[in-house]
């Protein structure tokens, strides 16, 4: 075997990931200074635990909003598609005009950019 510490940083880099940084920093920092590593390693799995506990709840508390901004998003679309049912030609009338096709144009736009920004704020960094 390779030393310890040249171990832990080819394990760390084959892996990348934040809880591997954070056991290798920590039984580097452990080997130098000494101290409980058993416990040490306790305490970050229960810190990975927690991180993990936490971000299951605020995917749940953020399913809600997510789902009614695909829903915002949609209707529009399942508007003109129950009109162009009730009314056939009504989609071709609508966009018949350059006024109305760029209203609409707008319209879709507005929508892209209301999506989108559902889609950043439902978004949990980390």
Not at 11 to 18: F, L, T
Not at 80 to 85: F, R
Not at 91 to 97: F, I, Q, R, T, W
Not at 111 to 120: K, L
């Amino acid at each position: 075997g390779a030393p310890t510490d040249d171990a832990l940083a080819a394990m760390a880099a084959r892996v990348r990931g934040h809880s591997v940084d954070t056991i290798v920093a920590a039984v580097q920092v452990q080997r130098g200074a000494g101290g409980d590593l058993a416990g040490l390693l306790r305490r970050a799995a229960r810190g990975f635990e927690d991180e993990a506990r936490l971000r299951g709840e605020v995917k749940a508390a953020t399913a809600q909003a997510r789902f009614t901004g695909l829903v915002v998003a949609l209707l529009p679309f399942g508007g003109a598609v129950l009109a162009e049912l009730a009314s056939p030609g009504f989609v071709a009338g609508l966009l018949g005009s350059f006024l109305s096709a760029w209203l609409v144009g707008m319209a879709v736009a507005m929508q892209a950019g209301a999506a989108w920004a559902i889609h950043r704020l439902g978004k949990v960094k980390g």
